[in-house]
């Protein structure tokens, strides 16, 4: 017995001086094979024990306390095929594995060339649009916000109820964001998910190196030849969305032993009709980049790309339209000559040209480009003088119009309606034509509302290691901007002029233009509106980046100055004191800060906090109240403020992975505008009207849940959820301007907003899923999908006062009741309408194969399998703008002015076919 706990004491011993015996450190660099990127965030794990860490900003590990022996280090990075390298532990000894190089998986390869870089809802109203989400998400390794782009996105989920405007888009460092609006064009670079494959995604307010960013998180697309692999590649898709077709094709040589790299790439995209009726798409992409590596410290890269596209819009409908013609109606087409002819065309042609200088030494980088745009956006309408409204859908043609009293129901008339509608219900070319051949002069024409814009761009980024922990990044822009807009005739319809003269006015206010009046317009020419704008915008930005080993946090400040001008080139009659000439010239100074930390209790276990206070100048959609024909400036013009924040757990293991995530945040001093033509103001006044509300409030509060669990090898669960609250916090004040109405009198007074929902997005979305993937290159993943909490866009202007005062001030008298209209009889009419819960199933799938060192494969996406029929958004017309006419138009069984909609697509695809060698 004494011999055998000798011998046990021994083994004891032997086995804790082992385990006691440890190498110093593990340490190395891992980078994308690809682009040769430091890739943050990659998990170097050794095989079979608890420990491991993951690689900082520069990409770069050092992980302590690893056994002596024989060990595997694995490094894995999502979207990228894992490492293992074996290894010999050496006691009191440091292994450097230096540098190790990831490939992209197969995988990877083939779902980054399925997204389309372009917008893919045809809507009339480009406020109300999905905003690109997919496009601003799609690097994105978050599962969270993989469900926003790919499942939530057909519904028009806003992450956060944020807006696109407030997601900085850059390519190699240029903002593409609009002065006009704040929101990227994506259509400018669409067509070429090849070219723009390599970018930088970083969430809300994490830091980025390119710019100080915003709210929604910043994507920098780089385009600098050398960093994109060496490949030819060819593509064909085939879908039932806003095109139908598309091919591909893509050259790259990477950096030669002359030391250039040369980029080509080009697309053609085309429908004859997509997804909804009359909407056609015909659309061209090409890119070209360049680059001349001068020495080890110096590179010039050039890149020039351009995506001519013409599409149709579709109409939003009243629930009557849609229930007549059913949901791929749209009112903008009719058929001439045979053809389906669209009298809304989006037509965008703005080629840019960037020339970039690199500069690396050691641990500094500089990197300088200057970049051109030019080009136009034009937006083809309809016009009329003098003559019946062309809309198949206007409210006279539709069988309401006939039920609309009480005492007066013509069912004959309603039936007659109803079946013209029925067999016609488009617009009527031939008889645009026939009228104005008849007067001679166009009572109709085409015309769009021309944007030709020259814009100038300078942007130079520096990023510094000052010292193993510590990364200064900092930078500088400047964009100067000429923006010519004006009404272009496209055609006159088979008439000999057109007379340019204001519909709604009266007299001399009739003249677009004082200084040629009664001029006769015809193709080509301008008219209705001319006018300039000039703008510039400065600004710098710093940050400083902190890494320890349980403490990261970072501090960035960012300031901007702003200037706008508008120069009016026709002398409008309404406004013949302010419209010609240039404007007051507006300035705005803007600071912003955001912090935040990450603190790693363990390597699964982490916290982060990150806040911000941003100030935003007004756009030039916002700071002229209505700059098509004066120079008036939006009362109580400010900057908007917003106060954000966030906290989010991360867990992290080898299987499981999962973040939660709460924030808030406040915006303060919005502007909104809009136009519309509107009954009923000032007690039976009507008007076409541009409404402004100012100094509004708007607080968006939520959670975000996410997490992937690695069942097998093969399976794995997925999980995404958002749980918001979007509303307005306050009551702002309301703007009214048109021809009726003087400077003094177009105060409207308090818009009773507070506690409305904000709409345009589901403020709740779920998603569960699994993803399998087989070892012999085949995958597929399920999802099922919940969204709810979306809500009709209301109208500011019925919720003031004058919708239940009469001209002389006095409450209306309700008809039913006999006395003044109560406060709850208000609210009740003017409840905000909530859409439907939509559930929608999505499958995605493909398979690769290998064959001989090139790649060929294919991917299919099934969205809405079950074909849900739901809507995406809607707005209530502001038509009836009193009480008495809201409440009789609200009584009928089939509202005359009821709220228009959009509803989301029917079961559609993706198809992707495409070889790489």
Request: proline fraction near 3%; aromatic fraction near 14%; hydrophobic fraction near 35%.
């Amino acid at each position: 017995m004494k011999i055998i706990v000798l011998t046990a004491v021994v083994w004891l011993c032997c086995a804790i001086n082992a385990s006691s015996q440890t190498v110093t450190s593990l340490k190395g660099k891992v980078v994308d094979a690809t682009s040769e990127k430091n890739l943050k965030g990659a998990i170097i794990k050794i095989k079979n024990t608890s420990i491991f860490g993951e690689t900082n900003l520069n990409g770069e590990f050092n992980i302590e306390k690893i056994p002596i022996g024989s060990q595997i280090v694995q490094i894995t990075f999502e979207g990228f095929s894992s490492q293992k390298i074996p290894i010999t532990c050496i006691e009191n000894k440091t292994y450097d594995l230096g540098t190790v190089f990831l490939y992209p998986s197969i995988s990877e390869l083939q779902e980054t060339s399925i997204i389309s870089l372009s917008d893919d809802d045809l809507l009339d109203d480009g406020d109300r649009s999905s905003d690109y989400i997919a496009g601003l998400f799609q690097s994105s390794k978050d599962t969270y916000l993989k469900a926003a782009a790919f499942n939530f996105g057909q519904a028009w989920f806003k992450v956060r109820g944020y807006d696109s405007s407030y997601g900085t888009i850059s390519i190699n460092g240029i903002e593409m964001n609009k002065l006009y609006d704040g929101r990227p064009q994506w259509s400018d670079w669409g067509g070429l998910n090849d070219a723009f494959r390599n970018q930088d995604f970083t969430n809300g307010l994490a830091p980025s190196e390119i710019t100080f960013g915003g709210i929604l998180g910043t994507t920098n697309f780089s385009t600098r030849a050398s960093d994109y692999q060496k490949v030819s590649k060819v593509s064909l898709s085939a879908t039932n969305k806003s095109y139908t077709g598309r091919v591909m094709a893509t050259y790259a040589t990477g950096l030669n032993k002359n030391n250039w790299a040369f980029v080509i790439s080009g697309s053609r995209r085309i429908a004859n009709e997509g997804y909804l009726e009359g909407t056609s798409y015909n659309a061209w992409a090409g890119f070209l980049a360049v680059e001349k590596k001068l020495n080890n410290n110096h590179s010039l890269n050039l890149t020039a790309f351009v995506a001519p596209n013409r599409r149709g819009k579709s109409s939003p409908n009243t629930q009557e339209v849609y229930d007549l013609k059913g949901y791929k109606y749209n009112s903008y087409w009719g058929e001439q000559e045979g053809e389906k002819r669209n009298s809304r065309m989006k037509e965008i042609l703005e080629p840019v040209v960037m020339l970039s200088h690199f500069y690396t030494k050691e641990n500094t980088s500089l990197k300088t480009t200057v970049a051109y745009q030019f080009g136009h956006i034009g937006n083809s309408r309809l016009g009329y003088f003098n003559a019946p409204n062309p809309d198949p859908t206007y409210w006279k043609y539709l069988p309401s119009s006939y039920l609309r009293f009480d005492d007066n129901l013509d069912y004959a008339n309603a039936y007659l309606a109803e079946q013209e509608f029925l067999e016609n219900g488009q617009l009527n070319w031939s008889e645009l034509y026939e009228v104005n051949a008849n007067n001679g002069n166009s009572l109709y024409y085409l015309y769009e509302d021309r944007v030709d814009d020259t814009q100038i761009t300078f942007n130079s980024i520096y990023n510094s290691t000052l010292s193993k922990n510590i990364n200064l990044n900092a930078g500088v822009s400047f964009r100067n901007l000429t923006s010519e807009n004006y009404g272009n005739m496209l055609d006159l319809l088979g008439g000999n002029g057109f007379v340019d003269l204001d519909q709604y006015a009266e007299g001399n206010e009739q003249q677009n233009d004082l200084n040629n009046p009664n001029r006769v317009v015809g193709i080509n020419d301008k008219f209705q509106y001319n006018y300039n704008i000039k703008s510039s915008v400065a600004s710098a930005f710093a940050q400083l980046q902190f890494t320890k080993r349980k403490l990261d946090y970072f501090v960035g400040l960012n300031f901007k100055a702003t200037n706008y001008q508008r120069d009016g080139l026709y002398q409008n009659g309404t406004y013949s004191t302010n419209s010609f000439g240039k404007s007051e010239k507006l300035s705005f100074s803007d600071f912003s800060v955001k912090s935040g930390f990450t603190y790693k209790f363990t390597g699964r276990h982490l916290v982060t906090m990150n806040g911000a206070f941003i100030s935003n100048a007004p756009t030039i959609r916002t700071a002229f109240s209505n700059s098509r024909v004066n120079n008036n400036i939006t009362p109580d013009l400010t900057s908007e403020k917003i106060m954000t924040g966030d906290i989010s757990y991360i867990f992290r293991s080898s299987k499981f992975q999962s973040r939660i995530t709460a924030y808030y945040t406040k915006f303060n001093d919005a502007i909104e505008t809009s136009f519309f033509f509107a009954e009923g103001l000032l007690g039976d006044q009507a008007d076409f009207v541009n409404e402004i509300i100012t100094g509004v409030d708007k607080k968006n509060i939520g959670a975000e849940l996410s997490f992937e669990y690695q069942v097998t090898s093969s399976i794995k669960l997925l999980g995404a959820g958002g749980f918001g609250q979007f509303t307005y916090d306050n009551n702002p004040q309301l703007y009214l301007q048109s021809e009726s109405f003087t400077d003094e009198d177009s105060n409207f007074g308090t818009a009773y907003l507070k506690d409305y929902r904000i709409s345009g997005t589901p403020q709740r979305a779920y998603s569960l899923g699994f993803e399998y993937r087989d070892p012999n290159f085949w995958w597929f993943q399920a999802s099922t999908n919940f969204l709810s909490n979306n809500y009709l866009d209301i109208s500011p202007l019925l919720r003031t006062d004058n919708f239940y005062t009469d001209s002389d001030g006095v409450p209306f008298v309700d008809d039913e009741t006999g006395v003044e209209v109560t406060q709850e009889q208000v609210n009740s009419l003017l409840a905000q309408e909530k859409f439907d819960d939509a559930f929608l199933v999505n499958l995605v799938g493909g398979k690769s194969w290998l064959i001989n060192h090139n790649y060929a494969g294919f991917f299919l996406g099934i969205n809405n399998v079950l074909g849900e029929l739901f809507k995406t958004g809607g707005f209530e017309q502001s038509r009836n703008a009193n009480y008495p006419e809201l409440k009789q138009d609200k009584q009928l069984n089939k509202p005359i002015f009821g709220p228009k909609y959009w509803y989301g697509n029917n079961t559609s695809f993706y198809l992707n076919l495409y070889v790489r060698f």
